[in-house]
């Protein structure tokens, strides 16, 4: 619309510009002798993140590449709908299950079965007979002996004739 009132640009000239080595001054001082290596925040990602950012350290990193945004005619890169389902311990998994198929039924796109033990109790037979598996995401975290259930999922498909 024509009479849409456009946005100021942001601008402080009352503010002085601050460099890097005045805000590293001005940080010691507040510190009062504490080491200003405290100030950094360690992620769980595996980067550290600085108490300051300023312009000058957007320079050193020249050319930044573009972020991957999803595209909207891109289907296979589309956010899904995969509630997870906790299955457990010692337990056949049927309660879970019958979980996971209300979900399908209810429009979620795959099921994530979350395991607290090893699994070996879980009956593979029941979810190959309740769950269309050919045609739908299905994870797994299995934290002990995956490879256990792996084989007896392995197993089941081959007698069934599907494959995962």
Do not use: C
């Not at 601008?11 to 890097?20: D, G, K, M």
């Not at 100030?39 to 930044?64: C, I, M, N, R």
């Amino acid at each position: 619309m024509a009479d849409t009132p456009r946005p100021a640009p942001v601008s402080f000239p009352e503010f002085q510009t601050v460099s890097t080595e005045a805000w590293q001054e001005r940080i010691r001082r507040d510190l009062k002798g504490a080491d200003p290596a405290a100030l950094l925040w360690h992620t769980s990602e595996g980067f550290d993140v600085q108490p300051f950012y300023h312009k000058e350290a957007l320079e050193t990193l020249g050319d930044l590449p573009s972020p991957l945004l999803p595209e909207p005619a891109a289907p296979d890169r589309a956010w899904r709908n995969v509630p997870v389902v906790r299955v457990a311990p010692q337990n056949s998994g049927h309660d879970a299950v019958d979980q996971a198929r209300i979900s399908l039924d209810r429009g979620a796109d795959g099921v994530h079965f979350i395991f607290t033990d090893d699994a070996s109790t879980f009956d593979v037979d029941y979810l190959h007979s309740f769950l269309p598996l050919e045609t739908t995401f299905i994870g797994y975290s299995v934290p002990h002996h995956p490879s256990s259930l792996l084989g007896r999922l392995l197993a089941a498909s081959n007698e069934l004739g599907a494959f995962y």
